[in-house]
C-alpha cells in the first residue's frame, strides 16, 4: 500500500477511537514516558503540540514545566524545509501557524537540533523498529538527522504497523504506547 493511501486509512481509524479511550491511553503514555531514563535525566525537551487525533502532548509540557525543564516545541520552516526548536513559555504565548498548528510569537528564543536532551516526535503509525509515517513533507526526518539526541515516538499500540520505510526516514530510539515503552537501542 502506497503512503499516501496508508495515511489517509490510518486518519480514518484514528478518528474512529472513542475520546475517552484515547484519554485513559494518553494518560499511560505520559506515565511509562515519565518513567524513561532518558526522559528523566533530560534538560533541553523538545516535543510537538498535539491537535486533533495526535496523542496528547499538553500533559507532557504540563508535567515538564513541574520539572522546571527547558520545553522546546518545532517552528515549521519553509525555506530551507525544516523545524526549528523554539522555547516555550506558555500556552498564552502561542498563536496559530503553518498547517493550524500553535507555535510560539515570532522572535522566541531557539535552539540548535544538537543542543536538545530529548526529542518527542508525532506520527499516524510507527513500526516495532521506530520507523514512522507522519503527515508528509519529511520535517522530523530533517530534524532528527541534525541531532543526536535520544527520541521517543508516543503512539498508540493499535497504530504498531508494518510497512517498508523509505531510505531517508530517520527511525525513534523508543516507542512509548499505552502497553509500556519500546526501545530498539
Do not use: C
Not at 99 to 112: K, M, Q, R, W, Y
Not at 154 to 167: K, T
Request: glycine share 10%; net charge positive.
Amino acid at each position: 500500500m502506497a503512503k499516501a493511501e496508508l495515511r489517509r486509512q490510518l486518519k480514518a481509524e484514528r478518528a474512529e477511537v472513542p475520546p475517552e479511550r484515547r484519554a485513559v491511553w494518553d494518560a499511560q503514555i505520559r506515565r511509562f514516558l515519565a518513567e524513561l531514563p532518558a526522559y528523566q535525566g533530560a534538560r533541553r525537551i523538545m516535543t510537538y503540540l498535539s491537535i486533533g487525533w495526535e496523542v496528547d502532548t499538553w500533559g507532557i509540557v504540563a508535567h515538564l514545566e513541574q520539572l522546571g525543564r527547558e520545553i522546546y516545541v518545532p517552528v515549521v520552516r519553509r525555506e530551507p524545509r525544516g523545524l526549528v526548536p523554539t522555547l516555550y513559555t506558555g500556552r498564552e504565548n502561542l498563536v496559530p501557524a503553518v498547517f493550524g498548528i500553535l507555535e510560539p510569537v515570532p522572535g522566541a528564543p531557539t535552539l540548535s537540533p544538537a543542543e536538545l536532551d530529548l526529542i518527542i516526535v508525532p506520527g499516524l503509525a510507527f513500526t516495532r523498529a521506530g520507523f514512522r509515517i507522519g503527515y508528509g513533507g519529511g520535517y522530523y526526518d530533517r530534524l532528527l538527522a541534525a541531532s543526536s539526541a535520544p527520541t521517543v515516538g508516543l503512539v498508540y499500540s493499535s497504530f504498531l504497523r508494518d510497512f517498508q520505510p523509505d531510505p531517508w526516514d530517520r527511525p525513534v530510539d523508543f516507542l512509548a504506547t499505552e502497553r509500556g515503552v519500546l526501545g530498539r537501542k
